[in-house]
Structures are given as C-alpha cells and as structure tokens.
C-alpha cells in the first residue's frame, strides 16, 4: 500500500513551483474562484493548483477528466481543500488510478489563507459567477458577501419555452425569453427602444442586481431550442445584453439550474409574476462598446491591435457545415482567430466543466493564449448568432481582460452579404 504522506506549510513551499509536482484543489470550483466559502481569511486557490472538486470523485469518468487536465500518473500529486477527510479520499482515488507518489496538505484553511506572503490566485471577476448558497441567502432575506443591498430579481432564462419554468424553477424567479431581448430576425440584440421596454416590463432597472441562470436541456427534446446547454446559454446571452443595456449588478449562476438541483435546494413550479418598473433610469445602452456590428469587424480583422475570435466547432471554422439549418453558406470569417466551442453548434464542452459549472479559468486562459489570443489585444468573440460568443466574452470578462466585445452579427450576418469574403477549407500558415 502505498503511503499518503501529509505536508507541511514549508514543505509545500519548497515544491510549489516544481513543474513534477501538481497541486490539486478538492473544493468546489466556486472556492476556487475566489468565493469563501468556509469564511477563510484570503479566497481563491493555492497559485497554480488545478480545480478537481470532490464532487467529481463519484462520477464514473473522473480519471477522464483528471487526465484530460493533464495531471498524469508521473506527476507528484498533492491534494488540499476544506476537509482533511475528503482530502484523503482524493489521494485514495488517485493511488487506486496508478499515482505512486501523492500527498495531502491539510493546513490549507489555518494556515495558507492566513499568512499573506503565501501565493494564491482567483478569477478576477469572481463576484459576478455566484454559487447556489449565494443564490439561497438572497431568496431568504439576506445580504450575503459581495452583495450590495440592491432589489435583486432571479432570472430563468429560456428560448420559447415556458414549460421548462414552469415544470420547476428557482423560487421567486421569473422567467424570461432570450426573445425579449434579441430578435430572431437576425438574433442580434434589440434596439435600444425596444430593450428599455423589455427590461422595464421585467421590472429591471440599471440599478437592480438580476441573477440570470438556464436549464440544460436534452438535446433531444423538442420542446427546447436544440442542444444541451441551450437555457443556461440563453442566460450567459441574456447577461451579456443587459451588462450593454446598462444593468450595473449582473450574477450568473455558475452551472445554471444543475447546481441549484445538486445543492438539493428547494424547487418552485409557480408562475411568479413580474413586477414592472416605469423607467429603467440611464440612456440605453450605457456600455456600447461591449459589441460591435460589421463595420468595426472589418476594422479590427486589419487591426494589430485587434482579434475577432471564432467560438465555433472545427467543422463550421472550415466549412464542412454551417453549424444551423437557416444558415446556407458555409466557411469563415478570413483573418479570425479560432477558439474551439466543442463538438458542434449547440455544445462549449470546451468551456464547461462535466458538471455544466464554467471550466477552470486558467485552463480557457492557456487554450487562448496557445492560439494567440491574449488580453493585451481588442477582442470580439463571435459564433453563429451570438450566443457561443457571448459565453466566451463572459469568460474572458471575469478573468478581468480589459477590452473584450461580442461581434453581435457573428456568421450568420457576414455570410447574409454576398460582398463579404469568406474561406474554407484547412487555413494555410
């Protein structure tokens, strides 16, 4: 049997930047990203350790997905988090896969998150990815941390499907149709005109803090606009086009109405009525330059200082398939810059953890830059419609990148125009 040894604070130190040696973080990937949930002294994570919740331990494909973060049976494995007894299981899981050399660092809480001098890392934006508990105390009259005070509203997001809120929601959430705020002539967002009055009517105003999350629907059901993250993107599109409208506070539900469920939290199937508001209380839209439209796309494909980045599946990016049945051409945008969404259209297994929460930020942030994306440069993410380019935008805003936009058009709008280049096939270097 192989022996688990357990560290000290120096010893630790004294490995941390050993590129042998993988730190393993087992708490929620919420606490990784900066959340406290147990009332530490400093949130976020050991710097440089990978996220592997022990949540993730029950699922059958977890060595799948500890080797595809890259931690392999070479490596020297250390495993930390709140409890030294969960700590332990993942060392046993680990031995159990092959790993001949793994230990655990129990002083995490008492001692890494209190002594300053001591690295950590978190998601920047970290707030605005809340967690289910969070999510909770707002229901029940409280003001949780990084909370302001303000009215908040709870949105369930969906794409012409009120069946699946009203087959089971977040208490006091109401819902909202992507609808009400793009339109599907050609699925970019409303005009100003148009989105004051929709938020209006769902009683949001600049100042209110909005919670917008989405079921992941089968891809099979046809009750839902086809693919498995189609609420719960419809949500990230949502939040996206109030934080342009203007609306100061908006959280995001990190995993959507999957990680409501799995905190076992109660489940609503009323029809809560909205409340609207007279005015929404600023000029519309208060941060334009969070998308941009064909004109400014053209400028930035010339641009050293800009990218526009392609969050669509290889298959669309060379033009084996358009990616949707309205859309005939097939191809790219020349000069775009490409950051795989996953496996087609409707899927961001790419950006999404097996629990549906948002990936590991680091791990987007090495993907981007082993592609030349980098924060240094004006980037505007696009896809088909804007949805898969929304969510890419939301990461790279949490992760903090200064000038980040959604190119709102994306293909479905540059290929409409028979003017506009386009390529396939395999790009040449």
Known sequence: MININEL????LVNILDNPKTKIIDSRPIDAYNGWKLQNEARGGHIKGAKSLPFKWATYIDWIEIVRQKQILPKDAIVVYGYSPKQNRKIAQRFIKAGYTSVSIYNSFLDDWTVNKNLPMNNLKNYKHLVHPKWVKSVIDGERPTEHQGNNTIICHAHYRNRKAYLTGHIPGAIDIDTLAL?????????SPEELKIALEQHGITADTTVVLYGKFMHPDNDDEFPGSAAGHIGAIRCAFIMMYVGVKDVRVLNGGFQSWKDAGFEINTDNIPKKPVDNFGITIPSKPELAIDIPQAKEM?????????????????IGEVSGYNYIKKKGRIPGAVFANCGTDAYHMENYRNVDHTTREFQEIEEIWKNSGITPSKHLAFYCGTGWRGSEAWLNAWLMGWPTVSVFDGGWFEWSNNPKNPYETGVPTI
């Open 8 to 11: 000290t604070t120096k010893e």
């Open 182 to 190: 793009e339109a599907p002539e050609t699925w970019n967002r409303r």
């Open 301 to 317: 494909i010339n641009s050293k200082n800009a990218d526009l980045v392609c969050v669509r599946s290889y298959p669309e990016y």
